[in-house]
C-alpha cells in the first residue's frame, strides 16, 4: 500500500501519476482532504482554529503569523509548505499533488488557483497526470483570479496581475499579468 512518503517521492521525480495504487492513495487523500475542507468552510473558526484545521490538512505546523480567509480548497493537501506572514484571501483552489511552496510574506488574493498537475495531450493518453511543483519566493503577489500552472517559479518580490495565467517562471522584482502571462514592468 502506497504511503505519503511514497507518493512524495513520485511526485517529486516529475513522473506520471498513472498506476491503480497511486490512484486509489490518491482518491483516499482526496477524501481526507474534503472532509478537512468541508469542516473548514461550513462555519465560522477564530484564526487559531483556522490554523489547526489547516495543521491537519497539511499534515505539519502552520506558523501563527498565517492567515486565511475560508473558504479554502485542496484536493491534496499534504503537499503544501506556507512561510511565515502569508496571506491567503477567500475562494482559493491548491491542487498540491505537485507541490506549492509559499515563501515568507506571500500574499494570495481571492480566487487564485495553483494547479500542479497537467494531463497529456495524446488522447490515449489524456488520463495519465503528471505533478510539478509551483514555488513562490519571499513577498510575492498574487492578485485576484489569478491562476499559476504546474512547474512555475516566482522570484522575490514579483507581482501577478489580477486575472493573470502564469505558465512560464517569473524573475524576482517583477510584475507579470496577460494570457499567458508577460513581464510588465520590473520593480525598483
Known sequence: MM???DFLKLARAGRPLASAETLEFMDR???EARRITCRLNASYHTP???RELLEQLFGKPVDASVRLFPPFYTDFGKNIS????VF???CCHFQDHGGVTLGDGCMIGHNVVFATLNHEL?????AEMTP???VLGRNVW???????????TIGDGAVVAAGAVVTRDVPAATVVGGVPARPIRRIG
Do not use: C, F, H, Y
Request: negative net charge.
Open 132 to 134: 510539478a511543483p509551483i
Open 48 to 50: 487559531d482554529e483556522v
Open 122 to 126: 495524446d488522447p490515449a493518453r489524456r
Open 142 to 152: 498574487v492578485g485576484s483570479n489569478a491562476t499559476i500552472l504546474q512547474g512555475v
Open 3 to 5: 504511503t505519503l512518503d
Open 88 to 90: 491567503i484571501n477567500a
Open 82 to 85: 506556507v512561510g511565515r506572514n
Open 29 to 31: 487523500m482526496s477524501d
